[in-house]
């Protein structure tokens, strides 16, 4: 059995401390395998003029690596499971899915400063419409500027005073060491996190055993089963980047599993928010149920589903 096994990956800062660390991982699990970064510009990273939503979602930012997938230049690739669209293809499969980080939004602006608080004509920052829609609807005096560009380029934006504050991914400032820039760690049951915000994804070809075996010991049971839940209800609705919604799965102290899904209007309104309970084992069935009770709820006039 070959000792090699190469990593694709972003180049963003971000994207190297998350295959760094499963790189480490990987070492220390399994003593004498040399791991190799194989490092991939995606069209996400090409494309930095334009929202997300307007050029192709999600799959910007995976697709060149799971070309490198196909081709055998690399074995395994390493995403924030956020960017992988709902669907994947058939000739991959998600080998692990290591402990989630913190998965809640962060404010990151003056010192002191909270969202709710924030004056008229505030400047805030988000690449989300997700973000932009729950923004507007906490605080309808600010004004939601569009955001690209890897972490630090967008801490950088409040530095030099293009913007006022900006609203990232918790756990990506959590990673790169940069907490200490968060004025305000938004709860979840205000700002109902993407889903699987805060999970990487080990991708791997379906056909590589080999390599499904030496990612396999990485996996987080937990966190696997909430990142399913959260993947379902994404799969249910159709929906990708292009529609301001979010989803969030943790287990309860009785053991069980509780799924919150939110789908919300462009400007903050209209907003449906539903939540179901149910065993661990269901992850996957609590999500399409959570999905399907906000298309009862009439959430298809936001989703472009409706009539």
Do not use: N
């Given at each position: 059995m070959s000792t090699r096994i190469r990593i694709a990956t972003r180049g963003s800062e971000l994207a190297l401390w998350q295959a760094n660390h499963v790189r480490d991982a990987l070492r220390a699990a399994h003593a004498g395998l040399e791991v190799e970064l194989v490092i991939v510009t995606t069209e996400g990273d090409r494309i930095q003029d334009r929202p997300l939503h307007e050029v192709g979602g999600k799959g910007l930012f995976t697709k060149g690596i799971e070309e490198r997938l196909a081709a055998g230049e690399a074995e395994l690739a390493v995403?924030?499971?956020?960017?992988?669209?709902?669907?994947?293809?058939?000739?991959?499969?998600?080998?692990?899915?290591?402990?989630?980080?913190?998965?809640r939004d962060a404010l990151?602006?003056?010192?002191?400063?909270?969202?709710?608080?924030?004056?008229?004509?505030?400047r805030v920052g988000t690449g989300s419409l997700r973000r932009a829609a729950l923004v507007a609807r906490e605080n309808p005096r600010v004004t939601v500027a569009p955001l690209r560009g890897n972490v630090p380029t967008r801490l950088r934006k409040v530095e030099h005073g293009e913007l006022d504050a900006v609203i990232l991914a918790a756990a990506g400032l959590v990673r790169l060491g940069l907490a200490d820039r968060i004025?305000?760690?938004?709860?979840?049951?205000?700002?109902?996190?993407?889903?699987?915000?805060?999970?990487?994804?080990?991708?791997?070809?379906n056909d590589d055993a080999r390599t499904r075996e030496?990612?396999?010991?990485?996996?987080?049971?937990?966190?696997?089963?909430r990142a399913a839940a959260e993947r379902s209800f994404l799969r249910r609705l159709e929906a990708g980047c292009t529609v301001p919604m979010g989803?969030?799965?943790?287990?309860?102290?009785?053991?069980?599993?509780?799924?919150?899904?939110?789908?919300?209007?462009?400007?903050g309104r209209p907003y449906f928010r539903a939540a179901k309970v149910g065993a661990p084992g269901d992850a996957v069935q609590l999500g399409v149920d959570v999905a399907q009770t906000l298309l009862d709820m009439g959430a298809g006039v936001v989703l472009g589903t409706d009539g």
């Open positions: 995403h924030s499971m956020k960017d992988l669209p709902a669907l994947m293809s058939d000739a991959f499969v998600i080998a692990a899915t290591p402990e989630r980080v913190d998965p990151c602006g003056p010192a002191g400063v909270l969202l709710a608080d924030l004056p008229a004509g505030t004025t305000e760690w938004i709860p979840t049951d205000r700002f109902c996190p993407s889903p699987a915000q805060g999970i990487l994804a080990l991708q791997c070809r030496l990612a396999g010991v990485l996996d987080h049971a937990p966190t696997a089963l989803c969030f799965a943790e287990h309860t102290d009785a053991g069980e599993l509780h799924v919150t899904g939110m789908v919300i209007g462009a400007g």
